[in-house]
């Protein structure tokens, strides 16, 4: 396999590395599966409008780019398993696809902290965003 993340030459390296791997996820499910009862929240996000629900989002988007790297890296070699052809996947795919979550992302990032906790009224969202967006269109009026 020639890759990038191909770090072992040697199979018995990649098999150490692949039980470590293993053994990693094994643990987490078995935790995760353990404390279940103590995870679940005594509360539920009220609003779609909140400082909870956006912080949740900004983790989903982060879930997605992670999943999206995952599947860029791993793709070539399910390709190859099930076809037999060598395909790779380089940075223009990577880039298509991770610059829209990162652009949710930096949005996300700059939103979140500004919406209140629990549930966000139009005043409160007005009072908040009047300024940020004034300057925004200020900005990319005077760009253009």
């Known amino acids: 396999m020639e890759s990038v993340h191909s770090f072992a030459q040697e199979l018995k390296i990649a098999y150490i590395f ?7 996820l094994a643990g987490c499910i078995v935790l995760i599966l353990y404390r279940l009862p103590k995870l ?4 539920r996000i009220e609003s ?3 400082r909870e629900s956006a912080f ?4 989903l988007m982060l879930l997605g780019f992670a999943f999206a790297v995952f599947w860029g890296t791993i ?5 190859e398993w099930v076809t037999g052809e060598k395909i790779s996947v380089g940075p223009p795919f990577f880039e298509k696809v991770n610059f829209p979550i990162g652009l949710v992302l930096l949005a996300l990032a700059g939103i979140g902290p500004v919406i209140a906790w629990r549930r966000a ?3 409160n969202l007005r009072k908040n ?5 004034s300057v925004l269109l200020a900005v990319g009026t005077a760009l253009c």
């Open 56 to 59: 949740l989002f900004n983790n």
């Open 129 to 133: 965003f009047i300024i940020p967006i």
């Open 121 to 123: 009224t139009k005043r």
């Open 40 to 43: 679940q929240s005594e509360n």
């Open 18 to 24: 692949l039980g470590f791997m293993g053994t990693i």
């Open 48 to 50: 779609f409008l909140s």
């Open 75 to 79: 793709f070539p070699l399910v390709a």
